[in-house]
Antibody, heavy 120, light 110 residues
Framework: EVQLVQSGAEVKKPGESLKISCKGS????????IGWVRQMPGKGLEYMGI????????RYSPSFRGQVTISADKSISTAYLQWSSLKASDTAMYYC?????????????WGQGTTVTVSS | QSALTQPASVSGSPGQSITISCTGT?????????VSWYQQYPGKAPKLMIY???NRPSGVSNRFSGSKSGNTASLTISGLQAEDEADYYC??????????FGGGTKLTVL
């Protein structure tokens, strides 16, 4: 079964760093792009960026460039989303999702989501 | 880049058909045949319903169909069922080599 399993919920303070993960299984992890999507409480989906684990080619949405870092470790089939200094406005659900074979077509497999809460 | 424009809500009775619109620009919806649609239930991850404007992934009911004209894409759900009540999001590939989502539409089955 093709699946993406994300790391568990996080509660952090403003200014702290954080790295959440997304582990792929059931398919060739290095052959598909992995994207990250933010959903703030009660709001819609926002595309953050995408990475190709095969060569770590990474592309960011203009709104998130410089705010987060997307990376991947193909040896353990895992993609990451990290922050160096969290803000309260980073409180949200974060989803990873697999791009289709032609990655611009859409995202066909989604992780279960990781809730990040940033509060003093 | 700005989010694609969707109606905030639509509603319909069981058995009816509804259409959700998704308006962008020539830099996204109008420029590429890479519009996708996602269904999301409260507290759940999104699910891909349509890709490449009008293609359904395996396992998605043929009651769901997609189309596009100019800068506007549409999702039509025919034979509306109670289980279709959810939030729906469109998405498009863009000229910036990224994606953009619509603001989402809440579908209510009356």
């Amino acid at each position: 079964e093709v699946q993406l399993v994300q790391s568990g919920a996080e509660v952090k303070k403003p200014g702290e760093s954080l790295k959440i993960s997304c582990k792929g299984s059931g398919y060739s992890f290095t052959s598909y792009w992995i994207g990250w999507v933010r959903q703030m409480p009660g709001k819609g989906l926002e595309y953050m960026g995408i990475i190709y684990p095969g060569d770590s080619d990474t592309r960011y949405s203009p709104s998130f460039r410089g705010q987060v870092t997307i990376s991947a470790d193909k040896s353990i089939s895992t993609a990451y989303l990290q922050w160096s200094s969290l803000k309260a406005s980073d409180t949200a659900m974060y989803y990873c999702a697999r791009g289709m074979v032609t990655y611009y077509s859409g995202m066909d497999v989604w992780g279960q989501g990781t809730t990040v809460t940033v509060s003093s | 880049q700005s989010a694609l424009t969707q109606p905030a809500s639509v509603s319909g009775s069981p058995g009816q058909s509804i259409t959700i619109s998704c308006t962008g620009t020539s830099s996204d919806v109008g420029g590429y045949n890479y519009v996708s649609w996602y269904q999301q239930y409260p507290g759940k991850a999104p699910k891909l319903m349509i890709y490449d404007v009008s293609n359904r992934p395996s396992g998605v009911s043929n009651r769901f169909s997609g189309s596009k004209s100019g800068n506007t894409a549409s999702l039509t759900i025919s034979g509306l069922q109670a289980e279709d009540e959810a939030d729906y999001y469109c998405s498009s590939y863009t000229s910036s080599s990224t994606w953009v989502f619509g603001g989402g539409t809440k579908l209510t089955v009356l």
